[in-house]
């Protein structure tokens, strides 16, 4: 046992589809005394672990059929593997290397990374430090580039403890070399380095494709300045003041957008590459002079061209699918096949060809094996024998010549080789791949060595190696003569004569190296959206779901069969399917529901993927978590209602004061003597129309400053716009006129009625304070088409028909310079304002898929300009009946702290037919429950109050008699803490002030009931 491994027995997976690979890979593991096993692909070392076999590592290449390393490296590490997730993975690639490879294996679930070719003592050092425990970090690199004398206050550290690794350096010209050198993945600059490294880094982002980290400029400057960093090459401008966290996650994203948007220009490249391909390959089958057949392992004829047709006498078409044999006959003809297919030989042989006219000719067939589509076929070269005897003596008897003619039009590099490895010929397509003439490579036999990569001189093959039985096989790269480096596949067969006697090899190699640029670009970017923490999904144009990354299936699929087949739950709301019919990109937000308990807010974005035609055929689905960001939105919109209250505070208290002054006036009035009883009922009128304004306006605000959960509902514009207005015309200055001008034929829209009405409260109460005592407040209402507004950012938008909302005033008016910042957080102009007032406008409506836009000019006023999409929805308004109050039977316990409250709700219920007790707190309520509840029909009790509040002592009642009946009773509006109480098992709720009709109506409602049940029970 190699005394590097101190554990015996360790089993070892290797997979690779190159059996060259998994051959040399396995052999030099075994020489270690590893337990060695092999498997050709994914998919074989998935059903292994799903039979829960011992596995102590893993080596596997990233590209392979059905199931590759990136899917493999990912289900090792899911929870449906469980016993192999702290089993250590080795990844392997001929093109997938260098730092940022890396950086991007790690996310993957792979430990390391090991670049092929690799020296056996690599592989076995890096195979030894996982299997001992040493696991490889790989970190993503970040440079930080600050201007002399600043510093980035608290981001190096920021982007540390996200896992970076961070280097800092401010001097221009070692930042430019860390550049080329470290080749971070990320670089943020400061914008105070304008004419000198900023120009340089900008420049080269612009113009070298291969300069993949992403740039972030930290900015000082206004709007304008940040626009044309953007327009020079940056990916992002930041202040620099931005908290580190936000830095952080806008890297991330950005990084994210732009691996997205290389990945289609990866896809689109793929596919004309394939179709240039396919285009120069039919040129060249159609370009051969003799006739020239593609049949499959079946022999069944894939594709013939023009030479056949004229050679057979029959079309294209009516050949495609037939049998060669039909056509070809000869002694060996199945063995024949059997060796051009599946041992992958050079064959030559002569047959009997028969035409569809009947006509037999004898000719000589040369087949070799061919890739076609997705499988391996065999192309057969007809040659007629019933040409000039000299010229078939010619070919027959130099078939290198023959060998020669067809390489001058290949694309490949074409070649025979001598024995001693001297190139005897080489095609004309070599100068093209390496630079150097043919003759240079037949000159000199050790000219291919000397050009090789000098990492990759072992692998070119030497000439004792062709002499082997089989295809030799191999991949390097090489410098050619402009310096560049390229990527050859080399493969050759050895020619024997027939006494056995070697003659040389023959073979072509193919230039890989756009493959594997491609392989590794795309490998990049798969491993980039496999890494990112936004679920994203490919569905077909019905919604089926074609691929999800890991994040999609950790956030949605943990613990449930694989998603793929089944249908995006969201492609059936009407917004996203009218977008996706028009073919433009939709993005809103939405509700998820992950569990019976957890519901998370998410920003859905969904983009059509157009094929080279323009036809769209597939959807892209991203969906970033913004739980966090609703609560703390949440959060600032009620700081904001309760500073909207505030403001109005002064007006609220006056208009309190004048309904005070007349219920305390005609209540003086009622305590003297009074000479009618008109009078006594015209002091009662007063009374009570004063009550209920104040009740009225008490309502609203509390409406304004409820705190419920976000509504997704249809609602009218017009009931919003009508609170606003009676607010205003009650707290505001009289000498303000306001008014509303409504005509708007359809005023619904989709949304949170309550969040909508706190934008038109802080819009209305902004232009009050622009008005300088006389002036003009109007909100006007209309619907419009689309195509009727001027608005850019609607165009591209999925609705057809809007609801535009004008909040317009003849204040002061704001300046030219403060239009461009007054969306912005903590912007403000007033003294103690927080400046949270639109920026939180801004955020509401863009959640409602709308826009707003503000036109103003200095002395002429402000105009709000808000859009929604309207609904569908209309409202229907429903006859009010005259109310009745009902009179009844029973005995109520009333529990109110307040001694005005429970008095007057027992005499209410006196004047009706009940019998009535009251008690003034819960506790004492319990005492009197606990002896007396057999007698109790029905219980009042109030929500607020000392020793024990509503919710206690409702459960202790409940202790006492689980079937005890409870109405609650609160001057709150009905808002969340309301429902909380409500849904432990109160039957009923009535709001503070209460009237008679409304509190007889809601106990004749669960007393009546009681009634009409016992009455039935009796029948």
């Known amino acids: 046992m190699n005394a590097h491994f101190k554990k015996e027995n360790y089993r070892v997976l290797v997979v690779n589809d190159d059996r060259t690979q998994l051959l040399r890979i396995s052999r030099i593991l075994e020489k270690q005394n590893l337990e060695v096993l092999r498997f050709s692909n994914g998919a074989e070392v998935v059903a292994y672990l799903d039979r829960r076999e011992r596995a102590d590592l893993i080596v596997t290449d990233l590209h392979m059929p059905e199931v590759d390393g990136w899917k493999l490296c990912r289900l090792v590490r899911s929870r449906e593997y469980g016993p192999y997730n702290d089993t250590p993975v080795l990844a392997t690639s001929a093109v997938f290397c260098g730092e940022e490879a890396q950086s991007l294996t790690a996310g993957l679930g792979a430990n390391a990374l090991l670049r092929a070719p690799f020296t ?13 425990g040493e696991i490889p970090s790989i970190r993503t690199r970040l440079l930080l580039i600050p201007f002399p004398g600043k510093k980035f206050r608290g981001l190096a550290n920021c982007f540390r403890r996200f896992g970076y690794e961070v280097l800092e350096e401010s001097d221009a010209e070692l930042a430019l070399k860390h550049l080329e050198v470290w080749k971070p993945a990320v670089v943020i600059i400061d914008h105070d380095h304008q004419g000198r490294v900023l120009d340089k880094v900008l420049r080269r982002e612009r113009q070298e494709a ?17 626009v044309d960093l953007l327009r020079r090459g940056a990916d992002a401008c930041v202040r620099c003041n931005a908290e580190p966290d936000y830095v952080v996650s806008l890297t991330e994203k950005m990084s994210r957008v732009r691996a997205l948007f290389r990945l289609q220009d990866l896809v689109e490249y793929q596919k004309e590459e394939l179709r240039s391909q396919k285009e120069s390959f039919r040129g060249i089958f159609e370009a051969i002079p003799d006739a020239a057949i593609i049949y499959d392992q079946r022999g069944q004829i894939k594709a013939v061209n023009d030479a056949t047709t004229t050679l057979l006498g029959a079309s294209a078409a009516s050949l495609v699918g037939r049998r060669v044999a039909d056509f070809i006959v000869a002694d060996d003809l199945e063995e024949t096949f059997g060796n051009g297919w599946s041992e992958g030989l050079f064959s030559v042989y002569q047959a009997s060809l028969v035409a569809c006219t009947g006509r037999a000719s004898e000719v000589n067939i040369h087949q070799s094996p061919i890739n076609y589509g997705l499988e391996t076929c065999t192309v057969a070269v007809v040659k007629g024998l019933d040409m000039p005897a000299e010229t078939y003596e010619a070919i027959s008897s130099h078939e290198d010549n023959t060998f020669s003619m067809r390489g001058e039009n290949a694309h490949d590099w074409e070649f025979w080789r001598s024995p001693q490895g001297h190139f005897l010929y080489s095609s004309p397509i070599c100068k093209k791949i390496t630079g150097y003439d043919p003759f240079e490579f037949e000159m000199d036999v050790d000219f291919l060595h000397r050009i090789a990569h000098p990492e990759d001189v072992q692998l070119v093959p030497q000439p004792d190696e062709e002499m082997s039985d089989d295809f030799l096989e191999a991949e390097f790269r090489i410098i050619d003569r402009s310096g560049g480096v390229r990527w050859l596949a080399y493969k050759s067969r050895p020619v024997y004569d027939d006494s056995g006697n070697y003659l040389g090899c023959r073979g072509a190699m193919r230039d890989l190296t756009l493959h594997k640029q491609l392989e590794g670009e795309k490998e990049r970017l798969v491993a980039a959206v496999e890494q990112f923490s936004d679920s994203i999904a490919i569905t077909d144009l019905e919604g089926h779901l074609e691929y999800v990354n890991p994040a999609f299936e950790r956030n949605f ?69 913004v739980t966090a960001e609703v609560a703390m939105q949440e959060r600032l919109m009620r700081a904001q209602r309760m500073e909207a209250i505030g403001t109005l505070a002064g007006g609220v208290a006056h208009d309190f004061n004048n309904l005070l002054s007349g219920i305390l006036g005609y209540s003086s009035l009622l305590k003297g003597e009074v000479s009618t009883w008109q009078e006594i009922q015209q002091a009662a009128d007063v009374i009570e129309r004063a009550a209920r304004r104040a009740a009225d306006l008490t309502q609203k605000l509390l409406g304004f400053a409820r705190q419920g959960k976000h509504k997704h509902e249809a609602f009218s514009i017009h009931e919003s716009v009508a609170e606003v207005l009676t607010l205003l015309t009650r707290t505001t200055d009289p000498r303000i006129i306001i008014e509303g001008v409504l005509d708007a034929e359809n005023p619904w829209i989709i949304g949170d009625s309550g969040q909508v009405g706190q934008v038109l409260l802080n819009l209305a109460i902004n232009s009050t304070h622009a008005i300088d005592q006389n002036g003009r407040l109007t909100i006007y209402t209309r619907n419009l088409r689309r195509d009727q507004i ?18 317009e005033d003849t204040g002061c008016g704001i300046p030219e310079a403060q239009l461009q910042r007054i969306f912005e957080p903590f912007f403000t102009t007033k003294e103690k304002g927080s400046g949270l007032g639109l920026a939180m406008v801004y955020g509401i409506v863009q959640n409602h898929d709308g826009w707003i836009h503000v036109d103003s ?163």
């Open 857 to 1019: 000019a200095v002395g002429e006023g402000t105009t709000f300009i808000l859009y929604f999409p309207v609904s569908e929805f209309e409202g229907k308004k429903e006859q009010e009946a005259a109310p009745t109050i009902l009179s009844g039977k029973g005995k109520i316990l009333v529990i109110d702290d307040e001694e005005i409250v429970r008095n007057i709700a027992a005499k209410m219920l006196r004047r009706i037919g009940y019998e009535v007790i009251t008690v003034e707190d819960g506790q004492e309520a319990v005492e009197y429950y606990a002896a007396n509840y057999k007698y109790i029909d029905l219980v009042i009790v109030d929500m607020m109050m000392p020793r024990m509040d509503g919710r206690e002592c409702f459960r202790a009642l409940r202790s006492i008699n689980p079937d005890v009946k409870a109405i609650l009773s609160t001057g709150y509006s009905h808002n969340q803490t309301v429902q909380e109480i409500m849904d432990e098992g109160l039957l009923g709720f009535i709001g503070k002030p209460f009237e008679l009709q409304e509190i007889a109506s809601a106990v004749e409602k669960l007393i009546g009931k009681l009634e009409r049940e016992e009455e039935d029970d009796a029948c």
């Open 790 to 807: 001027t608005e850019p950012m609607l165009q591209n938008q999925a609705y057809e028909e809007y609801l535009e909302i004008r909040v």
């Open 210 to 226: 291969s300069f993949n980290a992403n740039l972030v400029v930290l900015d000082e400057g206004w709007q304008g300045s940040q």
């Open 557 to 625: 699929g943990e613990g449930k069969e694989s998603p793929l087949g089944s249908v995006y739950d969201m492609i059936f709301e009407e917004p996203i399917q009218n977008a996706i019919a028009q073919g433009a990109v939709w993005s809103g937000r939405r509700t998820r529901k992950v569990s019976e308990e957890e519901i998370k807010y998410v920003e859905l974005t969904v983009s059509p993927v157009r094929d080279h035609d323009g036809v769209m055929s597939n959807l892209v689905w991203s969906e970033r978590d």
């Open 120 to 132: 056996s003592a690599e592989l076995i050092r890096c195979v030894k430090d996982l299997l001992t």
